[in-house]
């Protein structure tokens, strides 16, 4: 079992910046490659960014790519989103989920574990 908790959501104008972060117990964090996903009501769950075991290979959904970075630290047991130039349309639950498999990673069918989700409200 892995343990997932979200914190760092809150409410930015559009243009501004948020830091999320996952924080992961239980098994070992390294062996698990890390997601984030979003939604909003009366919507599908949708693909945000992953990143590798490692560290090494990240990939991010083309609507926040060039905005967004994932991050890990495994030492730590963490994963980050940092998330630049917010949209309005970025508004939504954000969840942070772990998997051990390395590809399909924009499904989230592949996810074992996910998180309660945070918040995070940008207004116009």
């Known amino acids: 079992q892995v343990q997932l908790v979200e914190s760092g959501g809150g409410l930015v104008q559009a243009g501004g910046s948020l830091r999320l972060s996952c924080a992961a117990s239980?098994?070992?964090?390294?062996?698990?490659?890390m997601g984030w996903f979003r939604q909003v009501p009366g919507k599908e769950r949708e693909f945000v960014a992953a990143?590798?075991?490692?560290?090494?290979?990240?990939y991010y959904a083309n609507s926040v790519s060039g905005r967004f970075s994932i991050s890990r630290d495994n030492a730590k047991n963490t994963v980050d989103l940092q998330m630049n130039s917010l949209k309005p349309e970025d508004t939504g639950v954000y969840y942070c989920?772990?998997?051990?498999?390395?590809?399909?990673?924009?499904?989230?069918?592949?996810?074992?574990?996910w998180g309660q989700g945070t918040q995070v409200t940008v207004s116009s």
């Open positions: 989920a772990a998997t051990t498999l390395q590809h399909g990673l924009d499904a989230r069918s592949v996810y074992d574990y």
């Open positions: 239980g098994r070992t964090f390294s062996g698990y490659t």
């Open positions: 990143i590798s075991r490692s560290g090494g290979n990240t």
